[in-house]
Nanobody, 118 residues
Framework: QVQLVESGGGLVQPGGSLRLSCAAS????????MGWYRQAPGKQRELVAT???????NYADSVKGRFTISRDNGKNTVFLQMNSLKPEDTAVYFC????????????WGQGTQVTVSS
């Protein structure tokens, strides 16, 4: 089994920044894809960003230029640096891990609340 533990969520004003972290543990194969998804009230869970073990990234159009995904392979940890936050970024953010990029992630974190409000 794989376990994902997230941290870093909270309340921030519009235009502010926040950094999310998620550490994976368990049966981790080194070749994997980690990412971040979010779910706002009344909406479906949507992709925010993903990153492969080699550092290839993919971003949703809504966050390009504002969010940066990165990872520390030695610590099995993925990060999401969020800048220029907007109220529409408010959601529960989930980290994810899978060993293939061609399917929905099989492993998920517990979620962390991000609220952007003045």
């Amino acid at each position: 089994q794989v376990q994902l533990v997230e941290s870093g969520g909270g309340l921030v004003q519009p235009g502010g920044s926040l950094r999310l972290s998620c550490a994976a543990s368990g049966s981790i194969f080194s070749i994997n894809v980690m990412g971040w998804y979010r779910q706002a009230p009344g909406k479906q869970r949507e992709l925010v960003a993903t990153i492969t073990h080699l550092g290839r990234t993919n971003y949703a159009d809504s966050v390009k230029g504002r969010f940066t995904i990165s990872r520390d392979n030695g610590k099995n940890t993925v990060f999401l640096q969020m800048n220029s936050l907007k109220p529409e970024d408010t959601a529960v953010y989930f980290c994810s891990l899978d060993f293939l990029a061609s399917r929905p992630p099989r492993y998920w974190g517990q979620g962390t609340q991000v609220t952007v409000s003045s």
